[in-house]
């Protein structure tokens, strides 16, 4: 009868069970969802950049399709990235604006709200023309954040294995 001597197959059977068992799972799984997330950063605020400016108000019954340079500046100083949450089983990171520009009104005297300037870029108001700039970003973006996020859980196999 044939035999087969497998030499290595303990340090092999040992590295499987490190990778199976890793005590810091949330630390692996994040470095590969940031790399993910930062990505999608790129991308939108590559598309925030691209925003048409003007320093015009919409006049009645007309929609404008631009905003302020101060709503602008506003937008990509107020982006980012938060902490890495568990959702159900999932994990994940939310990318969004935060804080106020320095458009000051009435209404808002210490400067008005970056997700709501975004918001309204987006959705699109009374006065202002829709413009989905944070879906483009997210969809022209998608496939490159999925491979830089495998890239990354490749990369730490490889330092286990």
Not at 9 to 22: F, N, P
Not at 27 to 45: H, N
Not at 120 to 143: E, H, L, Q
């Amino acid at each position: 009868m044939a035999t087969i001597k497998a030499t290595g197959m303990d340090e092999l059977v040992a590295k499987l069970e490190r990778l199976t068992s890793l005590s810091n799972s949330r630390e692996f799984i994040g470095k590969a969802i940031y790399d993910g997330a930062a990505v999608v950063k790129t991308a939108l605020l590559m598309q925030t950049n691209a925003l048409p400016v003007a320093q015009k108000y919409a006049k009645p019954g007309e929609k404008i399709n631009t905003i302020t340079s101060v709503q602008k500046a506003g937008l990509i100083s107020g982006f980012g990235i938060a902490r890495m949450r568990k959702d159900g089983g999932a994990y994940n990171v939310k990318l969004g604006f935060d804080g106020y520009n320095g458009q000051k009104t009435k209404k808002w005297p210490n400067g008005q709200p970056n997700a709501m300037i975004a918001r309204s870029v987006v959705s699109g108001t009374s006065f202002r023309a829709k413009n989905d700039f944070i879906g483009r970003a997210a969809r022209s973006s998608r496939a490159a954040a999925e491979k830089a996020m495998e890239a990354k859980i490749r990369e730490q196999i490889d330092k286990i294995m």
